[in-house]
């Protein structure tokens, strides 16, 4: 088993409590095993890594996934409130939900569907993917060391295809249905704090937003030729019949675009998509957004446009009326974030690599391989104040902040250290490394790519 420092050992510990005492010594050994294998993230990837490539019962570390007695949602509970400790202890938490697929063949896969790629397709081109799609709630905060916001996943589901739903007799839940579902609970777990709500246009739809509103601020795009009112007027006294609404119909935001009399405020946004600050025109006005058959949402609707036509103008809706304009743009370009961790996690933490088959085990890896991410956030933390993290430069590369990448570092350092790498000068105690751990990290080295 492998050494850990202290500081980790104890955020480690916190999800001891969710297995019983078999099952946590084998979840461990995948935990730790994730965090320092380069590559696939296959179980036998991991028992190679941490020396146990001749465990003969590695079969229990398998079923620590496809059969083990153990709560994701309890696990998601205990790490939000650790990152909640961590990173924002007080004050409004802002949330960011989107959905990503993830890349998986075999006909053993029974939960794949295909989907829009949303990478590789365009407005005018529409490329098909086939695989798992995945719906991820991230807390966005700012990390000290990074100088910048990042999306920490802590809850994740997946939602299967049509598909699976009808050859199980299942009913096939949207995804607005399960993100309505995710968020909630996440503000079930948060009953005293503020909770924003940032999503993508797949999001922006009335029943969505009509279930939350009450709950949760949500921020999102809305459709330029959206059918806007006027709130209800008052209900005259002695009037018949069901009270109004909505009022009269507003101008939809195309017109307003193209109309020379609108008023436009020139403002500076922090942080725009990760390229600095950005200066573009904004206007705003509340109003009433209902289709026929559909619940009436009250919101905040803001115009943007740039200045120097770098993009199509665009418009975003909050279902909280009194919000800022402005604020409301800087919660909403916040969501990039999530894109960002998408990327971190294929790039450095094995996702659509690993190779479980069972129903069980896929439902459980993926989100356990995004949690890992903040994990190793926390674990970043925990390292910032006595080691530092170093930033990774050449004399061909220099960055200015710690990314992801170098906080994963960091912590392997940390955690290799602790092992024998580096021998103290105050004792002449020396650790020496087993063999089959010197086999495993040779292994690792020898078939990094």
Same mark, same amino acid.
């Given at each position: 088993?492998?050494?850990?420092?202290?500081?980790?050992?104890?955020?480690?510990?916190?999800?001891?409590?969710?297995? /019983? /005492?078999?099952?946590?010594?084998?979840?461990?050994?995948?935990? &730790?095993?994730?965090?320092l294998?380069p !590559?696939?993230?296959?179980?036998?990837?991991? &028992?190679?890594?941490? !020396?146990?490539?001749?465990?003969?019962?590695?079969?229990?570390?398998?079923?620590?996934?496809?059969?083990?007695?153990?709560?994701?949602?309890?696990?998601?509970?205990?790490?939000?409130?650790?990152?909640?400790?961590a990173?924002?202890?007080r004050? #409004?938490?802002?949330?960011?939900? =989107?959905d990503?697929?993830?890349?998986?063949? !075999?006909?053993?896969?029974s939960?794949?569907?295909?989907?829009?790629?949303?990478?590789?397709? #365009?407005?005018?081109?529409?490329?098909?993917?086939?695989?798992?799609?995945?719906?991820?709630l991230?807390?966005?905060?700012?990390?000290?060391?990074?100088?910048?916001?990042?999306?920490?996943?802590?809850?994740?589901?997946?939602?299967?295809?049509?598909?699976?739903? +009808?050859?199980?007799?299942?009913?096939?839940?949207?995804?607005? =249905?399960?993100?309505? %579902? &995710?968020?909630?609970?996440?503000?079930?777990?948060?009953?005293d704090?503020?909770?924003?709500?940032?999503?993508?246009?797949g999001? #922006?739809a009335?029943?969505?937003?009509?279930?939350?509103r009450? /709950?949760?601020?949500?921020?999102?795009? $809305?459709?330029?030729?959206?059918? &806007?009112?006027?709130?209800?007027?008052?209900?005259q006294?002695?009037?018949?019949?069901?009270?109004p609404?909505?009022?009269?119909?507003?101008?939809?935001l195309?017109?307003? $675009?193209?109309?020379k009399?609108?008023?436009w405020?020139?403002?500076?946004?922090?942080?725009?998509?990760?390229?600095?600050?950005?200066?573009?025109?904004?206007c705003?006005?509340?109003?009433?957004? +209902?289709?026929?058959?559909?619940?009436?949402?009250?919101?905040r609707?803001?115009?943007?446009?740039?200045?120097?036509?770098?993009?199509?103008?665009?418009?975003?809706?909050?279902? =909280?009326?009194? /919000?800022?304009?402005?604020?409301?743009?800087?919660?909403?370009?916040?969501?990039?974030?999530?894109?960002?961790?998408?990327?971190?996690?294929?790039?450095?933490?094995?996702?659509?690599?690993? +190779? %479980?088959?069972?129903?069980?085990?896929?439902?459980?890896?993926?989100?356990?391989?995004?949690?890992?991410f903040?994990?190793?956030?926390?674990?970043?933390?925990?390292?910032?104040?006595?080691?530092?993290?170093k930033?990774?430069?050449?004399?061909w590369?220099?960055?200015?902040?710690?990314?992801?990448?170098?906080?994963?570092?960091?912590?392997?350092?940390?955690?290799?250290?602790?092992?024998?790498?580096?021998?103290?000068?105050?004792?002449?105690?020396?650790?020496?490394?087993?063999?089959?751990?010197?086999?495993?990290?040779a292994?690792?080295?020898?078939?990094?790519?």
């Open positions: 088993m492998l050494r850990l420092p202290a500081r980790f050992a104890a955020l480690i510990l916190c999800f001891a409590p969710l297995f /019983q /005492q078999r099952s946590w010594r084998h979840a461990e050994v995948l935990l &730790l095993g994730a965090i294998t !590559g696939r993230r296959t179980v036998a990837s991991i &028992l190679r890594i941490t !020396g146990l490539c001749r465990e003969r019962r590695f079969v229990n570390y398998h079923r620590v996934l496809n059969r083990a007695a153990w709560s994701g949602r309890a696990a998601a509970r205990l790490l939000l409130g650790l990152l909640l400790d990173f924002l202890p004050g #409004s938490v802002l949330l960011g939900l =989107d990503t697929i993830e890349r998986r063949r !075999g006909k053993r896969i939960a794949k569907g295909i989907y829009r790629d949303p990478v590789r397709s #365009s407005h005018g081109h529409f490329v098909k993917a086939s695989g798992l799609r995945w719906l991820s991230m807390l966005l905060v700012p990390i000290s060391w990074a100088g910048r916001v990042w999306a920490l996943p802590f809850l994740t589901a997946l939602a299967p295809s049509e598909r699976y739903c +009808r050859e199980r007799r299942r009913r096939h839940k949207k995804l607005t =249905d399960w993100g309505r %579902q &995710l968020v909630l609970q996440a503000r079930r777990w948060m009953p704090r503020q909770v924003i709500l940032v999503t993508d246009s999001f #922006s009335l029943e969505f937003l009509a279930a939350l009450r /709950q949760v601020t949500c921020v999102t795009r $809305l459709r330029l030729d959206a059918a &806007l009112y006027q709130p209800a007027p008052p209900r006294p002695g009037a018949i019949g069901r009270p609404a909505k009022g009269a119909r507003l101008p939809t195309t017109k307003v $675009l193209s109309d009399a609108t008023g405020q020139r403002v500076t946004v922090p942080g725009w998509y990760g390229e600095g600050d950005r200066v573009v025109e904004i705003s006005d509340t109003a009433v957004w +209902r289709h026929a058959g559909m619940p009436v949402v009250p919101i609707w803001v115009l943007l446009r740039d200045p120097g036509k770098r993009f199509d103008p665009q418009a975003l809706l909050c279902t =909280d009326p009194a /919000q800022e304009p402005l604020q409301i743009v800087r919660w909403f370009v916040q969501r990039w974030q999530l894109e960002v961790t998408f990327r971190e996690v294929r790039d450095h933490l094995g996702v659509e690599t690993q +190779r %479980q088959w069972s129903d069980k085990a896929i439902a459980r890896t993926t989100p356990c391989l995004l949690g890992l903040s994990v190793i956030a926390l674990m970043g933390a925990r390292l910032d104040c006595q080691a530092g993290i930033v990774s430069v050449s004399a590369y220099h960055k200015k902040r710690p990314t992801f990448a170098d906080t994963l570092a960091a912590v392997r350092r940390e955690i290799w250290s602790r092992q024998g790498f580096i021998m103290s000068r105050q004792t002449a105690d020396t650790a020496k490394l087993s063999p089959a751990l010197r086999e495993g990290i292994y690792a080295l020898c078939h990094a790519a």
